[in-house]
């Protein structure tokens, strides 16, 4: 599909995604605001909270994006330069997920990659150390911090 014939609309949203480096691309299609969300990249993402389920189990962990050099600062200046006021928040963000059991769990955080039935312990240990027995069964919770920003188009000067 493609985006050409894609509407503008009041506000056009990017979160945690490859799009978020497309400034310009964004401000296209927004009638009046763009935003933005990621991670900050001194704080785990998804992908590294994920990853810690493999600890022992996958050789080496995939590489990710944290020079703070492309933290928010690169898309704020971008903004700013073209001719937008950024505004800025950096939230708390908390991960969290009931499980009425240990093997629910398990099952549920798989996605994470394939294990070898011989690591199978190691990823049941790596997953347990995240949960915390609840009434119920047991919860997982991890926080981190992400950053929101956003800008008003109608400022900006597209050359």
């Known amino acids: 599909a493609s985006i050409k014939g894609l509407p503008k609309h009041d506000i056009v949203l990017a979160s ?94 798989r996605f994470v990659g394939e294990i070898a039935p011989q690591k199978e312990e190691i990823y049941k240990e790596n997953v347990k150390s995240y949960l915390t027995k609840t009434k119920s069964g047991f919860k997982f919770k991890r926080a981190t911090k992400s950053y929101l920003i956003w800008w008003d188009v109608r400022e900006m000067k597209f050359e």
């Open 16 to 109: 945690r995604s490859v799009g978020l480096f497309d400034i310009k691309k964004l401000c296209k299609f927004a009638k009046k605001y763009v935003v933005m969300t990621s991670f900050l990249p001194d704080h785990p993402s998804l992908k590294d909270i994920w990853q810690d389920f493999l600890k022992g189990i996958k050789d080496k962990k995939e590489a990710g994006l944290s020079d703070r050099r492309f933290g928010y600062n690169f898309i704020f200046n971008i903004a700013y330069d073209m001719g937008a006021n950024p505004n800025l928040k950096i939230i708390d963000t908390i991960y969290e997920r009931d499980f009425a059991s240990l093997e629910e769990a398990f099952s549920y955080f």
